[in-house]
């Protein structure tokens, strides 16, 4: 009887411990789940946030390049400084409407120097610093926690055109001052670095509430419930990363669209021509083919616009460009390259067929008749040259096509 006495309070005591030890691992495991779930939830929101101070900061760059465009098109004598002003104004209305519920704002500095030091820059836009907006800035500056923000931002936009920063500054619309996440990018259209931050410790709090809500029984919960918890997070992210994948693209066209496309003349804008020269540089240095590289000048264009107004001015452009495309291929692209200056690139034209083709432009020009025109006021000049293998880069094409245009121009224009 001892000795079963002795098994039976051994096989209680074993029991007993297993029970210690199991309920002492389902806690471990339990509070190691919600401390690991607060941290993904706290990971996933600080993802999501740099993601959105990425996504803000490129957006508002495109939407200020496209509106520098427009303004371009509609007025090419504008300087750049009045175009400068211009986008800087309508970035300024943009920024101090779209301060965030989070406290989440964007901010401008124009680099005046890219070596850095005292007034390396100035204070173009800034919600924040509302009154100090023109005052100049040194990488010098030395923030609360000992770090030269400024400096680190300057070097990071300079190798990478992009940054991620962490700093302490002041949040905003109060004097205290906490840790902040920020994104920065170089415009380099206006040497503008464009910023967006957030600050850290309202993701901290996001996390300290996580944790003080997760009571014990809703540990055990959290276990049973893991499983289907990742399984739907990861359907959810899923079908979100599809969705934005879809409308990124949408929007993607869209804005290639208004890059690629000039809106007056609807010829391909300077931008996406200069990348249609490099691709037919590539084909003639790779021996598939020999494209002719047209130079057209519209004669007198500068008249039109004096005499008859602007809006004649840009039915002469795309009457222009509509009947150059009705000679060439549907294949070949037509470039406005600068005011009333145009480019043709001409994938199929052999030598013997070039003059037949400068010929039939000419012709067909003299037939475009406006309300405002007689028949024959519209005519070019224009230079044509084949790119070989021999050509480094396409300075060297123009250079050779805009001879030939100044040599048509000195034979009385209206002629190739």
Not at 384 to 396: C, G, K, L, V
Request: include cysteine.
């Amino acid at each position: 009887m001892d000795t079963e006495s002795k098994e039976y309070r051994r096989l209680r005591l074993y029991m007993l411990i297993g029970a210690v030890l199991s309920f002492a691992l389902v806690l471990i495991f339990a509070k190691v789940s919600n401390v690991i779930t607060a941290k993904m939830i706290y990971g996933a929101v600080s993802e999501v946030k740099k993601t959105m101070l990425k996504e803000n900061v490129e957006n508002l760059i495109s939407y200020l390049d496209v509106c520098a465009d427009n303004i371009s098109a509609q007025d090419p004598d504008i300087s750049k400084a009045e175009l400068e002003e211009a986008i800087r104004k309508t970035a300024h209305d943009k920024i101090y409407s779209e301060i965030h519920a989070d406290g989440t704002y964007m901010w401008v500095q124009k680099v005046l120097d890219y070596e850095g030091g005292d007034g390396y820059a100035i204070r173009l836009i800034h919600p924040n610093l509302s009154d100090t907006e023109g005052e100049l800035l040194s990488t010098n500056t030395i923030n609360p926690d000992g770090t030269r923000a400024y400096e680190k931002e300057l070097e990071g936009v300079k190798q990478n055109g992009a940054v991620y920063l962490t700093y302490d500054f002041k949040k905003l619309n109060s004097d205290e001052v906490t840790q902040k996440i920020t994104y920065s990018a170089l415009y380099e259209r206006f040497d503008w670095i464009v910023c967006m931050g957030v600050n850290v410790d309202d993701l901290d709090h996001y996390k300290k509430n996580v944790l003080r809500e997760m009571s014990i029984p809703q540990m055990i919960v959290v276990i049973a419930g893991g499983i289907s918890w990742f399984v739907l997070l990861y359907a959810m992210f899923n079908i979100y990363g599809r969705t934005k994948g879809r409308l990124l693209e949408r929007k993607n066209k869209e804005l290639n669209d208004l890059l690629s496309w000039d809106t007056v003349s609807r010829a391909n804008s300077r931008l996406h021509g200069q990348k249609l020269l490099e691709d037919a540089l590539k084909m003639a240095k790779s021996g598939k083919k020999q494209p002719l590289v047209v130079m057209l000048d519209i004669d007198h264009f500068k008249q039109f616009n004096d005499d008859h107004g602007h809006e004649l001015g840009d039915k002469v452009l795309s009457s222009f460009v509509e009947t150059v495309r009705k000679n060439i291929s549907e294949n070949d692209a037509v470039i406005r390259w600068g005011g009333d200056e145009f480019i043709a690139i001409l994938y199929d034209v052999p030598p013997e067929k070039q003059p037949e083709t400068g010929d039939n432009i000419l012709a067909s020009l003299k037939q475009v008749e406006l309300p405002e025109l007689k028949k024959g006021a519209i005519s070019a000049s224009m230079g044509f040259t084949y790119m070989s293998a021999s050509d480094t880069d396409i300075n060297m094409v123009l250079e050779r096509a805009d001879e030939a245009v100044y040599e048509a121009k000195e034979n009385g224009r209206a002629c190739w």
